[in-house]
């Protein structure tokens, strides 16, 4: 990449005919690992964190919202009755302005379930002042909107203390993909909650979680084949 800007500029100053390294492809780069944590793990995480910043762990990892999701969530779209996040927006640091963005994807914009322990655990979060005052959800210690480099060193802090180095905070949605798996989530479930933009990009990430699916389609349609036997 860098080779490439410095013969695209001797080829504009007039030192070269043309750019040699133009439209050659690099090979793609080995992408890291999934990490995935269990229920423990997660909590152990969230009580090393930052008091104020443990509800905001807890809502990455049972609800799935990317980063600028979470730290764009207006107080307004959480529907503490219904048990429902409503995502539709995000928030950006552009050119060193916090701005408000729409999702990713349309797919992005959702509504989302949420587990009735973890609304009792967002009640007291969301009557402090610091989250009455900004009208975000998950807004920073001191009441602003949270940026992600401001978080980092608490989040690589918590990380540290709960025995997880290296736990970047974006594998807690997958994290959260995987406990719903285990609770025999379908694909389908699975990429409507994380606002995927195609089921194949669910399945690419993780399918591999889905081990047991054919296991039990087999087992499904032995039932049918013994009862078609019986009768």
Known sequence: MVLSQILKTAVADGRLGRNA??????????????????????????????PFYRPMVLTAAYVGLRWGELTGLALTSVDPLRKTIRVDRQLQDINGAMTFTPPKTKS????????GT???????????????????????????????????????????TAGFEGFVFH????????????????????????????????????????????????????DILAESLAS
């Open 21 to 50: 390294a133009a439209g050659i492809k690099l090979p793609p780069e080995h992408s890291r690992e999934m990490r995935f944590l269990t229920a423990d793990e997660v909590l152990k995480i969230a009580d090393a964190v930052e």
């Open 171 to 222: 594998e807690l949605r997958h994290t959260s993909a995987a406990l719903a798996i285990q609770q025999g989530a379908h694909p389908m479930a699975i990429k409507e909650r994380l606002g995927h933009a195609s089921i194949t990009t669910t399945l690419d990430r993780y399918g591999g979680l889905f081990p047991s699916l054919d296991e039990q389609l087999a087992a499904g349609l032995d």
């Open 118 to 160: 973890l609304i009792d655990i967002l009640a007291p979060h969301f009557a402090t002042p610091q989250v009455q005052s900004s009208g975000l959800a998950f807004p920073s210690v001191r009441g602003m909107p949270l940026r992600s480099p401001s978080f980092r060193r608490e989040w690589l802090r918590a990380v540290k």
């Open 108 to 115: 992005g914009i959702r509504t989302v379930s949420v587990p």
